[in-house]
């Protein structure tokens, strides 16, 4: 099956510094990623949408001055949280779209702010 | 985005199969039904998908209700690794992926 790559799986920041997620797809060209958020013990919240080429879709309540989002090629999103403070602290997920109607999921980055 | 709704949990035999259901009677005609499942700490993984006609693949098989107002993933012999959080998920074409609470699967030995 195709493969997307999340890194890193985990990361330990200080409160006021930035933390760069790197999301790639593999073995296929996606023109779409989108970005999730997972609290412990509840369900995926969709972020945002993030197209290649073009400025990415933010959801209702999610601040795209602090978690920017940039899709410069077909197999690379990043979402950097910007100014990381202890309420940022959770499990970041990526997934892209492949040309049929599957998502493929990275394996996630929990991001600890001290 | 129309919603499904599904049990919060549910249990099962290893070697038995599994019948998870999923209402999701405001789907409108051009939602695709999806299933994805999620092991803890990790991303989750695509199961199957489908618009209107059942749908098999290795992992699982899709039932789709005439009505496309409800539909069951069906694991044909569960086993110890099939324990995780299913998601039902109706999906317009190339759109947003809208995740609810998920079934969680137990499966005992």
């Known amino acids: 099956g195709a493969v997307v790559s999340q890194h890193p799986s985990r990361v330990i920041c200080k409160s006021g510094t930035s933390v760069k997620i790197e999301c790639r797809s593999l073995?296929?060209?996606?023109?779409?990623m989108f970005w999730y958020r997972q609290f412990p013990k509840q369900s995926l919240m969709l972020m945002a949408t993030?197209?290649?080429?073009?400025?990415?879709?933010?959801e209702q309540g999610v601040e795209k001055d602090k978690f920017l989002i940039n899709h410069a090629s077909l197999t690379l999103s990043t979402l950097t949280v910007t100014s990381a403070h202890p309420e940022d602290s959770s499990f970041y997920i990526c997934?892209?779209?492949?040309?049929?109607?599957?998502?493929?999921f990275g394996s996630g980055t929990q991001l600890s702010v001290l | 985005d129309a919603k499904t709704t599904q049990p919060n949990s549910m249990e099962s035999n290893e070697e038995e199969p599994v019948h998870l259901p999923c209402n999701h009677s405001t789907i409108s005609g051009t939602d695709y039904i999806h299933w994805y499942r999620q092991l803890p700490s990790q991303g989750p993984e695509y199961v199957i998908h489908?618009?209107?006609s059942n749908v098999n693949n290795r992992m699982a098989s899709l039932a789709i209700a005439e009505d496309r107002k409800s539909s069951t993933l069906i694991l044909h012999r569960a086993t110890l690794r099939d324990a995780a959080v299913y998601y039902c998920i109706l999906r317009r074409s190339q759109g947003n992926l809208i995740f609810g609470k998920g079934t969680k699967l137990s499966v005992k030995p």
């Open positions: 489908g618009l209107t």
């Open positions: 997934s892209a779209q492949r040309g049929d109607e599957k998502l493929f």
């Open positions: 073995d296929f060209q996606a023109t779409t």
């Open positions: 993030s197209n290649e080429g073009s400025k990415a879709t933010y």
